[in-house]
């Protein structure tokens, strides 16, 4: 079976490139598929996590233009022309021919105020209309925060997948509730990374610290500035080595944490300036290998929790939004076992066995009209 997977992979955010490794390694390993990979969001460049934070280090004058740049054009442009502009590049840059299924996911893709939406359609339309694929959104989550225009673009755009697959449970209420469709859940991708990939590490009593990014959400109903913020943080630090601060090292898994997390040590020079070594910027590699032998991990980051907790790692979630406070409600005080690798590893045959129960139908179906 040629399989089209459709996700973030290639960004720079670790959690997306892992999500797109696993779900491929599933696909070749467990069902022999033939996998080509294609960017979610078109015109987003691909890159590494250290090639990230070299862009995103640069000039703030020069983002900042870019950004300018980019709202102007948002609001320019409406919807529809948006949609048919992106809809046309795409039908120009890829082929379905020979592409049996697609499968769209996963990680955070139904978000509000956000371009995803958009992408979900043009995707949707373009399979619908180019080809006879099957169509599957997987391994997905959703925000509850949607406008009614939103919602009813999402009344539209679901109903044209065949088989809608997300990895919490809050997300299947949400999506469920909005198109009255069947939403199947299983555990996120990325808890069957450890399956597929094997390494070799040794525990060492660390304490691995990652600081989000102050500026990549509104903490202004939380914090006043950013050194109440890393204030914050300093005593999370502090509470969870009980005052051995020597045990404390950090990590990122986005170049906007690294950046935010190197600055939070510059301002606590003291107590962690030599915690940060002149090469920390680290590369995907070191840095599972950093949360494997970890004892206990302190993020706001999903799949850094998800690694910490195949390698048996304490979790302490940052919990500041939706998505992190319903995971760390199932997982916070909860232990890893093979079996929840096993139950996403389900969750994909549920599926191929759910599309060939479809096909079988559609066979049956022209077998009739015959």
């Given at each position: 079976?040629?399989?089209?997977?459709?996700?973030?992979?290639?960004?720079?955010?670790?959690?997306?490139?892992?999500?797109?490794?696993?779900?491929?390694?599933?696909?070749?390993?467990?069902?022999?598929?033939?996998?080509?990979?294609?960017?979610?969001?078109?015109?987003?460049?691909?890159?590494?996590?250290?090639?990230?934070?070299?862009?995103?280090?640069?000039?703030?004058?020069?983002?900042?233009?870019?950004?300018?740049?980019?709202?102007?054009?948002?609001?320019?442009?409406?919807?529809?022309?948006?949609?048919?502009?992106?809809?046309?590049?795409?039908?120009?840059?890829?082929?379905?021919?020979?592409?049996?299924?697609?499968?769209?996911?996963?990680?955070?893709?139904?978000?509000?105020?956000?371009?995803?939406?958009?992408?979900?359609?043009?995707?949707?339309?373009?399979?619908?209309?180019?080809?006879?694929?099957?169509?599957?959104?997987?391994?997905?989550?959703?925000?509850?925060?949607?406008?009614?225009?939103?919602?009813?673009?999402?009344?539209?755009?679901?109903?044209?997948?065949?088989?809608?697959?997300?990895?919490?449970?809050?997300?299947?209420?949400?999506?469920?509730?909005?198109?009255?469709?069947?939403?199947?859940?299983?555990?996120?991708?990325?808890?069957?990374?450890?399956?597929?990939?094997?390494?070799?590490?040794?525990?060492?009593?660390?304490?691995?610290?990652?600081?989000?990014?102050?500026?990549?959400?509104?903490?202004?109903?939380?914090?006043?500035?950013?050194?109440?913020?890393?204030?914050?943080?300093?005593?999370?630090?502090?509470?969870s080595a009980k005052g051995d601060l020597e045990k404390v090292e950090f990590f990122y898994t986005t170049p906007e944490d690294a950046i935010c997390t190197k600055e939070f040590c510059q301002k606590y020079?003291?107590?962690?300036?030599?915690?940060?070594?002149?090469?920390?910027?680290?590369?995907?590699?070191?840095?599972i290998r950093k949360l494997a032998e970890a004892d206990i991990v302190i993020t706001g980051r999903m799949h850094a929790m998800i690694i910490a907790l195949q390698y048996g790692a304490k979790i302490i979630?940052?919990?500041?939004?939706?998505?992190?406070r319903f995971f760390a409600k199932e997982w916070k005080e909860k232990r890893y076992s093979d079996e929840t690798a096993w139950e996403v590893v389900d969750g994909v045959r549920k599926m191929f066995d759910?599309?060939?129960?479809?096909?079988?139908?559609?066979?049956?179906?022209?077998?009739?009209?015959?």
């Amino acid at each position: 079976m040629k399989v089209l997977l459709v996700n973030q992979y290639a960004t720079d955010n670790l959690g997306d490139k892992l999500i797109g490794k696993v779900l491929k390694d599933i696909l070749e390993q467990e069902y022999h598929c033939i996998v080509e990979c294609k960017k979610f969001e078109l015109f987003y460049p691909e890159r590494t996590l250290l090639q990230g934070i070299e862009e995103k280090s640069k000039l703030k004058k020069e983002r900042k233009v870019t950004y300018i740049k980019n709202v102007v054009i948002e609001k320019i442009e409406c919807y529809s022309i948006r949609r048919n502009r992106i809809f046309y590049i795409l039908k120009n840059n890829i082929s379905l021919e020979e592409i049996d299924m697609v499968i769209i996911g996963g990680g955070e893709l139904i978000k509000s105020n956000h371009i995803f939406i958009l992408y979900l359609d043009v995707w949707t339309k373009l399979v619908k209309k180019m080809g006879k694929s099957k169509l599957i959104l997987f391994g997905v989550s959703s925000d509850c925060n949607f406008t009614i225009k939103e919602k009813q673009q999402l009344r539209k755009i679901l109903p044209r997948f065949d088989y809608i697959n997300v990895r919490d449970k809050n997300s299947k209420k949400i999506l469920a509730k909005i198109s009255n469709l069947k939403i199947v859940y299983s555990p996120d991708i990325v808890f069957a990374y450890q399956k597929y990939n094997k390494l070799e590490y040794k525990k060492g009593n660390r304490i691995q610290v990652s600081i989000f990014d102050y500026k990549s959400y509104d903490f202004s109903t939380i914090f006043s500035n950013i050194e109440e913020y890393f204030i914050f943080w300093y005593q999370i630090i502090v509470e969870s080595a009980k005052g051995d601060l020597e045990k404390v090292e950090f990590f990122y898994t986005t170049p906007e944490d690294a950046i935010c997390t190197k600055e939070f040590c510059q301002k606590y020079n003291k107590q962690f300036g030599k915690r940060i070594p002149k090469d920390f910027y680290y590369n995907e590699e070191q840095i599972i290998r950093k949360l494997a032998e970890a004892d206990i991990v302190i993020t706001g980051r999903m799949h850094a929790m998800i690694i910490a907790l195949q390698y048996g790692a304490k979790i302490i979630p940052f919990e500041f939004k939706e998505k992190i406070r319903f995971f760390a409600k199932e997982w916070k005080e909860k232990r890893y076992s093979d079996e929840t690798a096993w139950e996403v590893v389900d969750g994909v045959r549920k599926m191929f066995d759910q599309v060939k129960g479809m096909e079988q139908k559609e066979e049956e179906f022209n077998e009739g009209k015959k």
